[in-house]
C-alpha cells in the first residue's frame, strides 16, 4: 500500500490541523505516538514530538508537521476518559 504523507499547514505559528481545529478551538494535546493522551510535564511520558488533534484524532508531528495517523478507537474511548488532573 502507497500513502501519501498528509501536512498540516505550515504558514502559521500555531497548529492549523486539516479538519480545521486551531488551538483556540478544540485544541490539541500532547500524545505518543498512537495518539494516547500524555502530559506535557509529568511524569516524563512526553517526548515532545506527538500531538492530537482533538476534533478530528489526527496524530500530528510537531516538529514536522506530518500527520501520522489516527487515533484507534480504543486508543480514543480512553482519551475520552483522561483525567484532566493529571494532564
Ligand atoms: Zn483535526
Known amino acids: 500500500m502507497t500513502t501519501t504523507t498528509q501536512f498540516i499547514d ?28 500524555v502530559s506535557p510535564t509529568l511524569n516524563g511520558d512526553w517526548d515532545g514530538t506527538f500531538y492530537i488533534c482533538e476534533s478530528c484524532q489526527r496524530i500530528i508531528n510537531g516538529a514536522t508537521l506530518a500527520v501520522v495517523g489516527s487515533a484507534r478507537r480504543s486508543v480514543a474511548y480512553r482519551n475520552a476518559s483522561f483525567d484532566w488532573n493529571t494532564y
Open 10 to 37: 505550515g504558514t502559521t505559528d500555531w497548529f492549523i490541523c486539516s479538519c480545521g481545529n486551531q488551538p483556540d478551538a478544540d485544541g490539541f494535546f500532547s500524545c505518543l505516538a498512537d495518539g494516547t493522551i
